[in-house]
């Protein structure tokens, strides 16, 4: 990288700191605006701001789902079907980069444009604050109806995250929630896209799996056959992350990847339902989809399971494809991405002006086939309330920064420079890092994050985390 890149990058970082399977039922999902009303009908909005009729959205964010799960990706084993189908007439983002292992966090950033030291949200227990203007409140503002239907619903309850959404899958009273099945979560979704929409929608869904713990699918079952280790029938969040603990068998590692594939292969089809009422219902040819994830999974690689203080690629590569139907020609986009560019992306799309100082960028140049601009993105590890620093130490200032093929770690008083085009598995970082004027360009742009100020007004105290709370981050594997 040249010094004129390197400025250019560091310059613009500076400035950026200033259906249901066997049921056709539809289910009626609650309806809340804790902004504006207590409850109020869909129906009942105002008329939209917009006079030219604009594209509905579909937002769909498969949790824990890595990019190379994907047909599109280059797996070959065929589990993605309908996702892979879609791509085909889709903008392919090849390199697209989570800010963070965690689904709170990340999904803060994929809805505000801002990194998670910017908006707040750290850990699964904390709250994104109401000052922070979201995709869906300045959707909603414009006359969009706005709906989120999520497998995990503490997202809404109690994580903010339903901020700007009118018809939710859950309360956002802040109270305990369960969490809905995709089953449940696709029958909302089909019930309300089969209807016909008074005015454009923005529908958010949201599925859980591939997250753990990994029940057995038929595909897995199969895979299976004939293995008797401790996963033959399954993996329970603890069982999952006791295989850290033990030496490795490569059985082993066959075992827990099928269940992941396998749980993969369920979203793929219950995305594929949702799709296919999308068409039914004659929204398809006016409705922008996007596929994405909020960070992958670690399976076995570098002897390791899991993602939330993880800064490996399988945790922080996901997939991201856009598909507008007003635009026909598809194409893959090798320049690299990041989830805090999907909320001013869907902006530009639908022809609104995204908030001011955010961190993301709009995409929209590479979908009308421009070549982006290279800029650094950043991914960091989740954070810990003050009991935990206190009782498990973790490096919390752990930073990964991205610039074009190059990634430096800095973790655990390490600097570890991967060059990701020659070296994808990170089994080789460079050598004499501190000499390398890449890692020297790439350590002060992480001096610059770092410098952000760190937003405190979303995060969470132990002493206010109820019992409920914090089982349901225990039997997640967020708590240990």
């Not at 019930?191 to 454009?200: A, H, I, Q, V």
């Not at 059985?251 to 993969?264: F, H, N, P, V, W």
């Not at 992306?345 to 609104?352: A, H, N």
Request: contains cysteine; charged residues 25%.
């Amino acid at each position: 990288m040249t010094t004129a890149k390197s400025i250019v990058a560091l310059g613009f970082f500076v400035a950026m700191a200033g259906a249901c399977a066997n049921s056709e039922a539809p289910v009626e999902p609650v309806v809340d605006s804790p902004k504006e009303r207590a409850v109020e009908r869909v129906t009942e909005a105002p008329e939209p701001a917009v006079t030219v009729a604009p594209p509905n959205v579909l937002l769909i964010t498969v949790d824990t789902q890595r990019a190379d799960s994907f047909g599109i990706y280059g797996n070959p084993g065929g589990h993605t079907p309908n996702i892979d189908r879609l791509a085909e007439k889709s903008v392919v983002f090849e390199r697209a980069t989570a800010p963070m292992g965690t689904t709170f966090p990340s999904h803060a950033s994929l809805f505000t444009g801002l990194y998670p030291r910017r908006h707040g949200v750290r850990y699964n227990g904390d709250r994104l604050g109401e000052e922070v203007e979201t995709l869906a409140e300045t959707l909603r503002e414009a006359g969009w109806e706005t709906m989120a239907l999520v497998s995990y619903g503490s997202m809404v309850s109690r994580g903010g995250l339903g901020q700007g959404f009118v018809r939710t899958s859950h309360e956002q009273s802040g109270e305990h929630s369960v969490a809905a099945s995709p089953v449940r979560v696709t029958g909302m979704a089909r019930g309300l896209l089969s209807r016909k929409r008074p005015f454009p929608f923005f529908m958010w869904v949201h599925y859980f799996q591939p997250h753990s713990p990994y029940e057995p699918t038929p595909y897995s079952e199969e895979q299976l056959a004939g293995y008797d280790g401790p996963l033959a029938a399954g993996a329970s969040v603890q069982q999952f992350y006791n295989l850290a603990k033990n030496e490795w068998r490569d059985e082993d590692r066959t075992a827990i990847r099928a269940l992941y594939d396998g749980q993969t292969r369920e979203a793929d089809r219950t995305v594929g339902q949702i799709l296919e009422t999308l068409e039914k219902a004659g929204h398809a040819e006016r409705t922008i989809v996007v596929i994405t994830a909020d960070h992958g999974q670690l399976l076995g690689e570098h002897d390791d399971v899991g993602h939330g203080f993880r800064l490996w690629e399988p945790v922080l590569h996901v997939p991201l494809l856009v598909y507008d139907p007003r635009e026909g020609e598809p194409r893959r986009v090798s320049s690299r991405v990041g989830l805090v560019d999907v909320a001013p992306t869907i902006l530009e799309m639908v022809g609104l002006s995204a908030p001011e100082a955010i961190d993301g960028r709009s995409l929209v140049p590479a979908l009308r086939g421009e070549e982006l601009e290279e800029r650094p993105y950043f991914s960091e590890v989740r954070g810990l309330t003050p009991k935990k620093r206190a009782r498990r130490p973790r490096d919390e200032n752990a930073l990964a920064v991205f610039l074009d093929d190059h990634k430096l770690v800095i973790q655990r008083g390490e600097t570890k420079l991967y060059d990701l085009s020659a070296d994808p598995s990170e089994l080789a970082p460079l050598l004499e890092t501190s000499d390398d004027p890449r890692a020297r360009e790439l350590a002060a742009l992480a001096e610059v994050y770092r410098g952000q100020e760190d937003q405190t007004s979303g995060r969470v105290e132990p002493a206010d985390l109820a019992p409920h709370v914090e089982e349901e981050l225990r039997s997640l594997g967020y708590l240990q």
